[in-house]
């Protein structure tokens, strides 16, 4: 089982800065196969990234993934106020279990 | 644009069980797959099984082994999520998501592209 660490636990920022969350695994992903979601109060995750790399539909261009192999990065270009959430990273590269990362929650500073 | 509709919330006793139903509406359900994955009060979000609707063929996380099972229902667009034995600490919010099937043989799938609104779940005495 692939086991997804994500860092910071939480980052604390203002709106206008760049954000960069990491999510490292314990093993390659396949085919760069790693997805990032957001996630808001009382509200069911968000596909923003697949593919590593890959904008969803409907996604700002202000999100961004890049990493290959073990280390991945997801980042923010300009915060919005919007922005501040949970994300997670999870990968499908493999068969189940499809597993998740522990989540880095992005606060306003 | 597909969108999962899962049941109301539910409280249920310790020991008892729980089935939690997601419906397709504006959508294709075959050849997906739906997943479950839940998320316990202030926690992350954990995957609990899964299946892929045309193949019928559930898959299961060894946590959940034993205690969970989850069906689909092809003519209905539905899929169902049965969790038993149930414990003060399956409080939850369930959700099924959907995602594309790479290849049913390897039993790999792509990122999951629609969420259900959640379920919670509580168990309590």
């Known amino acids: 089982e692939i086991v997804l660490t994500q860092s910071p636990g939480t980052l604390s920022l203002s709106p206008g800065e760049r954000a960069a969350l990491s999510c490292r695994a314990s093993?390659?992903?396949?085919?760069?196969?790693l997805a990032w979601y957001q996630q808001k109060p009382g509200q069911a995750p968000r596909l923003l990234i697949f593919?590593?790399?890959s904008r969803a539909t409907g996604i700002p261009d202000r999100f961004s993934g890049s990493g290959s192999g073990t280390d991945f990065t997801l980042t923010i270009s300009r915060l919005e106020p919007e922005d501040f959430a949970v994300y997670y990273c999870?990968?499908?590269?493999?068969?189940?279990?499809?597993?998740f990362g522990q989540g880095t929650k992005l606060e306003i500073k | 644009q597909v969108q999962l509709v899962q049941s109301g919330a539910e409280v249920k006793k310790p020991g008892s069980s729980v089935k939690v139903s997601c419906k397709a509406s504006?959508?294709?359900?075959?050849?997906?797959?739906i997943s479950w994955v839940r998320q316990a009060p202030g926690l992350g979000l954990e995957w609990m099984g899964g299946?892929?609707?045309?193949?019928?063929?559930?898959n299961y996380a060894q946590k959940f082994q034993g205690r969970v099972t989850i069906t689909a229902d092809e003519s209905t667009n539905t899929a169902y999520m049965e969790l038993s034995g149930l414990r003060s600490d399956d409080t939850a919010v369930y959700y099924c998501?959907?995602?594309?099937?790479?290849?049913?043989?390897?039993?790999?799938?792509?990122?999951?592209?629609?969420w259900g609104q959640g379920t919670l779940v509580t168990v309590s005495s």
């Open positions: 593919g590593a790399s």
């Open positions: 504006g959508g294709s359900f075959s050849s997906y797959a």
């Open positions: 999870q990968q499908y590269g493999t068969s189940p279990p499809y597993s």
């Open positions: 998501a959907r995602a594309s099937i790479r290849s049913p043989i390897m039993v790999t799938i792509d990122y999951f592209d629609s």
């Open positions: 093993q390659s992903v396949n085919s760069n196969y």
């Open positions: 299946i892929m609707t045309v193949f019928g063929a559930p």
